[in-house]
């Protein structure tokens, strides 16, 4: 006998699909039509209510719901609407681990899209800050930064009480918040200057090393660290940074601005994939957006569609090359223990933790795994309208990462790991012990005699 499924079966085990995003059609920006929408899948999460615990757009939602006159949906004022997408990352954690009702069920929810779309019919009409999109601009922002560096990182240092204030006043940017620092040099000019030899065992093996804005700009350690360990396992790079990926711009929904700079990045990146090479990103915002983001935005590209299939992150990489090839000798015990966080963006990659899998092959470690959210999301952690939410989300992480008691803790998320070390920084009481912030490859690196 056979059972048929009913076509709207109560939920899905099947793997989720996404569509392409409609950006470039007049419909998508028509906030009558997203309202509609946004009541079809709200009422669907209402009765649903899986997401509670994931960020504060879930909550916030079934508070608004509750606390209407019909405790429904339609109960809710529509301006209101915009609380739910103000308290949303975009993490993609909902649609890839919680939503049951994602594509290819016929409910076809993806929340985080929705909540995309809200912000680019926002922008279109105009109503995203000036600041906002003036802080998005990083590889301009960087080129003024970057030669005056070491005033630009007085100006911005937390505590400064004469510009601190006034960069929240105008820019919106919480005193209280950490911000990364400025280098003078960055990553991609340094490697120019001196680059580590290849050596065995994975030889044949060709990547480029697309540094990102944050490790180009800020953390050049990271990328040292990473051409260190690709360079003891054989591996010929190169180092390329043509532009940002566009994740800031894709938080306030400038979606013209990341296809645009999807365009460029893909195109400097594919004149070396078709010499033999593979890509390399080294955080994994920017390497969600490559694999996954990109093609959504520009579905009919054909360098978008050839980048996303060969590009990595860096521990994926290394991953890699254990299980083909095998790793280097010379991996030495590296002392005090290491928390991994599994930032979200990692996460929605769903390539597993390699992280943790990479650091896993380093002699004696002890290595543990946090999979909650940081709370940060790109300037969510900074902005005086969204950093309560952000560190009411790092609270909780910061716990299970004080019961795990590790010196070193790594996170794909360069700006998830300075916040949560903030956090856990500023309560000594609730958190204890203050555990170094870093990259998972920059402990690899050290673990191989690398001094940094």
């Given amino acids: 006998m056979t059972i048929r499924t009913p076509a709207n079966k109560e939920g899905s085990t099947e793997a989720p699909t996404r569509h392409a995003l409609d950006w470039q059609s007049e419909a998508f920006y028509d906030q009558a039509a997203i309202d509609k929408e946004m009541e079809r899948v709200f009422d669907i999460c209402h009765g649903c209510r899986r997401c509670f615990n994931l960020c504060d757009s879930f909550p916030t939602l079934f508070d608004m719901i509750d606390a209407s006159p019909t405790g429904e949906v339609n109960g809710v004022d529509k301006a209101d609407y915009k609380k739910v997408v103000d308290a949303c990352t975009l993490c993609d954690m909902c649609f890839m681990t919680k939503c049951p009702y994602v594509p290819p069920h016929p409910f076809n929810l993806d929340f985080p899209h929705l909540m995309l779309r809200y912000r680019a019919a926002e922008f279109q009409r105009g109503e995203i800050g000036f600041a906002t999109r003036q802080l998005a601009r990083i590889d301009r922002n960087a080129m003024l930064a970057g030669p005056v560096a070491p005033l630009a990182n007085w100006a911005t240092r937390r505590g400064n009480g004469l510009t601190r204030p006034i960069m929240q006043k105008v820019l919106g940017v919480d005193a209280d918040a950490a911000l990364p620092s400025y280098r003078t040099t960055t990553f991609s000019r340094q490697a ?26 800020h953390q050049p350690i990271t990328g040292h660290a990473a051409l260190h360990v690709l360079a003891k396992n054989g591996v010929e790079t190169e180092v390329v940074y043509p532009a940002c990926c566009g994740m800031p711009q894709l938080e306030h929904g400038d979606l013209a601005q990341v296809a645009a700079n999807a365009r460029k990045v893909a195109a400097e990146l594919c004149q070396w994939i078709d010499k033999g090479y593979d890509v390399i990103s080294l955080t994994a915002s920017c390497g969600l957006m490559l694999k996954f983001e990109w093609p959504l935005i520009l579905p009919d590209d054909e360098q978008v569609r050839k980048l996303a299939a060969a590009t990595f992150d860096i521990s994926q990489y290394i991953v890699d090359i254990a299980k083909k090839e095998g790793l280097a000798p010379g991996l030495e015990p590296v002392e005090g223990g290491v928390t991994v966080h599994m930032a979200c963006h990692a996460r ?19 290595v543990d795994v946090v999979e909650r959210c940081s709370g940060h999301g790109g300037t969510f952690g900074v902005m005086v309208e969204t950093r309560p939410h952000a560190l009411k989300g790092a609270k909780p992480t910061a716990q299970q990462i004080k019961t795990k008691a590790n010196d070193t803790l790594c996170s794909d998320c360069p700006l998830a790991c300075k916040h949560l070390v903030q956090v856990i920084g500023d309560d000594a009481t609730a958190y204890g012990k203050t555990p170094h912030g870093a990259h998972a490859i920059e402990v690899m690196a050290r673990a191989y005699g690398f001094a940094g």
């Fill in 192 to 217: 120019a200057q001196t680059s580590p030899s290849p050596h065995a065992p994975a030889r044949g093996r060709k990547a480029v090393v697309y540094a990102t804005c944050f490790v180009d700009y």
């Fill in 348 to 366: 929605a990659q769903n390539i597993g933790a390699k992280s943790a899998e990479m650091l896993g092959f380093i002699p004696g470690l002890k």
